[in-house]
């Protein structure tokens, strides 16, 4: 019930931009420029360094900014609405993956249901809906699956650094036995909001091919600058989840 007061609020309430504050428009035509990085696209990303088993990452935008304050209002302050060019910008990056021809199957990254409880929607899967049906638009037949489940609960990301991220997240993700089936042999590329060090999109690869699933990549909607422009170690304090 939360999400439907928020989406109906935000039908009959002023807003402000959510990206740069503008007032009286959820997201200003320079904060859409910005997560479409001024049109040059989706970047393969590369945390370093990379945890085990992480696929080839593409990411649409430096998490910075505008990038940043739009995930933030969509995810923790239930802006629903900003799903539509959020859930853009992951097709893009979804593209840029160039992954085989076929139907897409997106696996989106599960939040932990006490996160899912406390916004009253799981942001990821709403992204990633949005972008199936992006790319499906585009002539790119696409699906969500929504398989990946927590088999145990995880700490708090924040302020763990890369190695105690990936300690964190190791062995938390599965693919419930009847959902397996779905997955076997099939390609699958990986969805989430942000990659950090690479260590929840790892943990997630390791549950898909437990699953016999073929993990063909994972796009999110954005990483670190320094993800796009050196591939070095991230400095200073880490993004909140991932």
Known sequence: MQGVWRELAG??????????????????????????????????????????????????????????????????????????????????????LGVEAGPQLLVPVPSARRAVAGRGHDPVRRMALRAAGELRRAGVGARVLDVLRQR???????????????????GALEVPGPAARLLAGQPVVLVDDLVTTGATLAEAARAVRAAAGRVTGAAVVAAPRSAFTTGREVRGPLPRDR
Do not use: I, M
């Not at 002023?14 to 001024?38: H, I, N, Y």
């Not at 992480?54 to 998490?63: D, S």
């Not at 145990?152 to 190791?170: I, K, T």
């Open 152 to 170: 145990r609960a995880v700490a708090d990301q924040a302020g763990l650094s890369a190695r105690q991220r990936l300690a964190n997240v190791a």
């Open 11 to 96: 039908l009959v309430l002023p807003v402000d931009c959510a990206g740069c504050g503008r007032p009286r428009t959820e997201l200003c035509a320079d904060c859409r420029r910005g997560l479409a990085r001024d049109g040059r696209g989706a970047q393969r990303v590369r945390p370093w360094p990379g945890p085990a088993g992480l696929p080839r990452v593409w990411a649409g935008a430096p998490y910075a900014d505008e990038v940043r304050a739009v995930l933030l209002a969509h995810k923790e302050r239930g802006a629903l609405r900003l799903a539509g060019p959020l859930g853009a910008v992951l097709a893009g990056a979804v593209r840029g």
